[in-house]
């Protein structure tokens, strides 16, 4: 390659990038977006009014803050007198980054948002960044026909002219913009994407955010076209140009460091640097290029790649906004980021990343493909391929390789055992390195008396990461430390980790047993539902049910061990647990929220009572208490705490009145809902009538307030709006909907898995493990089909319905085995 300078002028300045080579560059990735399947839309049109309304709520995220007390400050689109609901990918969208490395969100309008890439988070500040001025452009031109250029949003700063319509969707990690404009005769799509890998989390932390506009002229005339990307100088850094458009800035601060602008698959590269917006945008809509010499200082830079289509082509121009920010701070120390290992600049970032597009997109598919080949419903399936975009939007990635996660950016606590652990399925299915490195830094964390603390970052403190927080004492910490050990001993099988875990494993027992001496259950503990002074109560039924199924991990963990005097010890405390929870805690119909000694009995009743035993039932470890009486409670939290939008947390089941008032006791807690799916397909009831809770749940956020790359941990009762929290992830227990209604059993050290299908053929439900996944196929008077979709898998058995169908089996990706019930 060569750098042509071509004039010098004041004001905006630009660099030619000319390419060595005769032979026609043409980049396509058509074969690889074509197969992208996306479940949801959003159309939004430059006549289209949006404004803010505020609604009553708690604590909640909004554009301008991450915590924003009695929020939300909520977007609405206005017609006429009256607010509607705005389409889908304008109140939050596929976040576009890496593992730990932050992101940005580009909208349903064409704008972006939620500019969380120069290490700002709840840790250096409350104010969110948000650059209005940043945008994409298309510019074409027939032979002898006036030139037409707009942005590519709809509602673009300073008068700048705007799209006709931008038509949103989204699958993480893509967003899709289907671009329709009248002016425009060529079919265009863009594609904004970052590298994202299952099974290979290093490769998902590329701190790069890539867009690929694709063009293709169904006209008789030769076309050129140009694709432009505007970034603000948010940073006050000075621009350069080497292999694309750097700018750095010197220095310690958080936002010390450089970003890079470089284009892939275009004729023609040329830059610009400016001080005035309009000015550089007029020059753009020119020529579709830049023609000026760049200096090093102005508060916009902008790439614009170029190339010429003649009738019937199709071109793939790709722009890769990279960057490389080594200075992160958690109070009172600088942490770093982990991709500082990774590159050495973001000039090498946007480098790597433009040189593996196809590597890329693989990726991408394989993700795409897990999520939607198979037969669950629409909405589930939306669901899983978003879900994972949580570890994107609110991860953290040390420099020397701790990953830890805020518990949400309005609740600023990082990696709270009892919310890491509601969060962990994907991880221990697709991520298990990220999540173990999190269990391991609680079992560091221990307390001498053998309690798992909280949190491992004291908000609002001057300790370090890691530094455990001196924090309430919960019935859920020590337990989904136990439970989370064992899901990578039967999952993973790191028996390595499992070993160095052990010792707090028996600790963390030992602490649950002790607190269970006065009534044979644990007493007098808080929980994650953080409400209604569970700490105060002697007996807390969802405490209960942790306490038993974690009993149960401890177990098998001390069998395997050859630990019968703990084998022993463990028994006796369950026995001695479940018929506490009977005798205290059971009315005859439903478990009881709560229970004290000296106090009436109450009849609150508690939706997600039971989430101890959805657990039990994922790792195979079975009932805690007498399925009868499950199902019965169940039925009960349907009568007393249905709603439109979910079940509400916590209600008076005796009657038909509100005992509880108001505040969060009368929100829905959507995970709870979720858990109440799981367990009625576990506990062989309708499929279809287990299903329709989380539909509500889902289909609220995707459908109903069209915000489903955010949600909040609680909704209002009343209206369904965000109540508490943000970009939460309770709600990733929905990928216990896929593996209760296959019937997933998988043990890692025994090589053997197993199906319990809760439906009847056909079907094609996925299967997942922490190194493979796929599906098994069933038609009606057919052998079964089990056909690997990624990963690898050794399998001493694989047993469906107690029957052993294969033995000694090895599957790479492709390969299927025909399993013959006889």
């Given at each position: 390659m060569k750098y042509i300078k071509i004039r010098s002028c004041i004001g905006i300045m630009a660099l030619v990038l000319v390419s060595c080579t005769q032979e026609r560059n043409t980049v396509s990735l058509k074969k690889y977006t074509d197969e992208v399947v996306f479940k949801n839309k959003g159309t939004v049109s430059r006549d289209m009014i949006f404004s803010k309304v505020e609604k009553k709520g708690f604590y909640v995220e909004t554009d301008e803050k991450y915590r924003y007390m009695d929020g939300p400050n909520y977007l609405f689109e206005k017609k006429g007198d009256s607010t509607i609901e705005p389409p889908s990918g304008m109140r939050s969208s596929v976040p576009l980054g890496g593992f730990g490395a932050g992101s940005v969100e580009l909208r349903a309008d064409g704008g972006f948002m939620d500019w969380d890439i120069f290490n700002n988070s709840p840790a250096t500040g409350n104010d969110k960044i948000q650059l209005n001025d940043a945008f994409m452009g298309l510019y074409i031109q027939a032979d002898g026909k006036k030139a037409f250029a707009t942005t590519l949003r709809t509602h673009p700063p300073k008068k700048l002219p705007a799209v006709q319509q931008l038509e949103y969707s989204g699958a993480f990690p893509v967003s899709r913009l289907n671009i329709k404009d009248s002016n425009i005769p060529l079919k265009t799509k863009l594609y904004a994407y970052s590298e994202y890998k299952i099974r290979n989390s290093i490769q998902s932390a590329t701190p790069c955010a890539l867009f690929s506009l694709e063009l293709e002229n169904v006209t008789d005339d030769e076309y050129q076209a140009a694709f432009l990307f505007n970034l603000p100088n948010h940073i006050q850094g000075l621009f350069n140009v080497d292999q694309g458009l750097v700018l750095t800035k010197k220095g310690k601060e958080p936002s010390s460091g450089d970003m890079t602008l470089a284009a892939n698959g275009a004729d023609e590269v040329t830059y610009s640097v400016a001080d005035d917006l309009n000015k550089l945008w007029d020059e753009f809509s020119d020529n579709g290029n830049f023609q000026e010499d760049i200096h090093d200082s102005g508060q916009y830079g902008a790439i614009s790649a170029k190339v010429s289509l003649a009738p019937g082509e199709k071109r793939t121009i790709t722009i890769a906004m990279g960057w490389y920010f080594p200075e992160r701070p958690i109070s009172v120390e600088i942490v770093g980021n982990y991709y500082t290992n990774l590159f050495r600049s973001s000039t090498e970032v946007t480098e790597k990343a433009l040189s593996r597009l196809p590597e890329t997109w693989k990726g991408i598919i394989e993700w795409n493909e897990t999520c939607f080949d198979n037969s669950l419903p629409d909405w589930l399936q939306d669901a899983m391929v978003n879900s994972t975009a949580t570890i994107v939007k609110t991860g953290i990635w040390t420099k020397d390789n701790?990953?830890?996660?805020?518990?949400?950016?309005?609740?600023?606590?990082?990696?709270?055992?009892?919310?890491?652990?509601?969060?962990?399925?994907?991880?221990?299915?697709?991520?298990?390195?990220?999540?173990?490195?999190?269990?391991?830094?609680?079992?560091?964390?221990?307390?001498?008396?053998?309690?798992?603390?909280?949190?491992?970052?004291?908000?609002?403190?001057?300790?370090?990461?890691?530094?455990?927080?001196?924090?309430?004492?919960?019935?859920?910490?020590?337990?989904?430390?136990?439970?989370?050990?064992?899901?990578?001993?039967?999952?993973?099988?790191?028996?390595?980790?499992?070993?160095?875990?052990?010792?707090?494993?028996?600790?963390?027992?030992?602490?649950?047993?002790?607190?269970?001496?006065?009534?044979?259950?644990?007493?007098?503990?808080?929980?994650?539902?953080?409400?209604?002074?569970?700490?105060?109560?002697?007996?807390?039924?969802?405490?209960?049910?942790?306490?038993?199924?974690?009993?149960?991990?401890?177990?098998?963990?001390?069998?395997?061990?050859?630990?019968?005097?703990?084998?022993?010890?463990?028994?006796?405390?369950?026995?001695?647990?479940?018929?506490?929870?009977?005798?205290?805690?059971?009315?005859?119909?439903?478990?009881?929220?709560?229970?004290?000694?000296?106090?009436?009995?109450?009849?609150?009743?508690?939706?997600?009572?039971?989430?101890?035993?959805?657990?039990?039932?994922?790792?195979?470890?079975?009932?805690?208490?007498?399925?009868?009486l499950m199902k019965s409670h169940l039925e009960a939290e349907v009568v007393a705490a249905d709603s439109p939008y979910g079940m509400k947390v916590l209600a008076y089941a005796g009657i038909d009145r509100d005992e509880t008032g108001s505040g969060v006791n009368n929100t829905v807690w959507q995970a709870g809902s979720i858990h109440w799916s799981i367990l009625n397909i576990y506990l062989q009831m309708n499929p279809d009538k287990s299903l329709g809770q989380a539909k509500k749940v889902i289909n609220h956020w995707r459908k109903g307030l069209n915000d489903q790359w955010n949600y909040a941990d609680l909704t209002s009762v009343t209206n369904g709006y965000p109540h508490t929290n943000s970009h939460y992830g309770r709600q990733l227990m929905l990928w216990g909907i896929p593996l209760a209604l296959s019937g997933q059993q998988f043990s890692a050290p025994q090589g053997v898995l197993s199906f319990t299908p809760r439906i009847e053929a056909p079907y094609k439900l996925p299967f997942f493990t922490a190194h493979a996944s796929g599906v098994l196929e069933a038609k009606v008077g057919e052998p079964l089909l089990l056909t690997l979709k990624s990963g690898h898998l050794k399998l001493n058995k694989i047993i469906v319905d107690d029957q052993t169908l294969t033995e000694n089996a090895t599957l790479n990706v492709g390969d299927t085995i025909v399993l013959d019930q006889g």
């Open positions: 701790r990953f830890r996660q805020w518990e949400s950016f309005a609740c600023p606590n990082i990696d709270p055992i009892h919310i890491s652990f509601a969060r962990s399925l994907p991880y221990d299915l697709f991520f298990p390195e990220l999540k173990k490195s999190i269990i391991g830094a609680h079992g560091a964390a221990q307390r001498d008396n053998g309690y798992i603390p909280e949190k491992l970052w004291p908000r609002n403190s001057k300790d370090p990461l890691d530094q455990p927080s001196p924090g309430r004492v919960l019935g859920d910490c020590s337990t989904s430390f136990i439970l989370s050990v064992y899901a990578s001993h039967i999952w993973d099988g790191d028996e390595e980790f499992v070993n160095e875990m052990w010792p707090h494993v028996k600790r963390a027992a030992q602490w649950q047993i002790n607190r269970s001496q006065k009534f044979g259950l644990p007493d007098r503990l808080a929980a994650t539902y953080d409400l209604s002074g569970f700490g105060k109560k002697d007996l807390v039924s969802y405490n209960a049910f942790m306490h038993l199924a974690a009993m149960k991990a401890a177990t098998e963990l001390a069998k395997e061990r050859g630990k019968e005097d703990l084998v022993s010890l463990y028994k006796e405390n369950i026995a001695a647990a479940q018929n506490t929870l009977k005798a205290h805690l059971w009315t005859g119909t439903y478990f009881r929220n709560w229970w004290n000694k000296d106090e009436p009995k109450n009849d609150d009743i508690h939706i997600d009572t039971q989430f101890g035993q959805v657990w039990s039932y994922l790792l195979g470890l079975g009932d805690v208490i007498e399925p009868e």
